[in-house]
């Protein structure tokens, strides 16, 4: 099976940015897509990137569009999300997901998630 391994969240300010990093412990990670997603308390989990098997093509969600970059190094079977100019809304716990599925913005489509790494942004 496989295993995701969030690292990299932490408290910083307003303005600030942060390296997240998800850490595959299969090969085959590298045939799949894969998301970050968030989740704050009390919401549903929101889609923030995604990017494809080769790294090819990226996707990201309205509200980071512009500020979050994502990237993968398959040889080290390694996604990144690098989180700048951050905001207070910004504040959830990060997942990192590996997609099955054919929409890279649907949790469904994933179905391997980490434990999450928590995000927190200060005014």
């Known amino acids: 099976q496989e295993r995701l391994v969030e690292s990299g969240g932490g408290w910083v300010q307003a303005g600030g940015s942060l390296r997240l990093s998800c850490a595959a412990s299969?090969?085959?990670?590298?045939?799949?897509?894969m998301g970050w997603f968030r989740q704050a308390p009390g919401k549903e989990r929101e889609f923030v990137a995604a990017i494809s098997w080769s790294g090819s093509s990226t996707y990201y969600g309205d509200s980071v569009e512009g500020r979050f970059t994502i990237s993968r190094d398959n040889a080290k079977n390694t996604v990144s999300l690098h989180v700048n100019s951050l905001k207070p809304e910004d504040t959830a716990v990060y997942y990192c997901?590996?997609?099955?599925?054919?929409?890279?913005?649907?949790?469904?489509?994933?179905?391997?998630w980490g434990q999450g790494t928590q995000v927190t942004v200060s005014s």
């Open positions: 299969e090969r085959t990670f590298s045939s799949y897509g």
């Open positions: 997901a590996l997609m099955t599925g054919g929409d890279y913005g649907l949790p469904s489509e994933y179905d391997y």
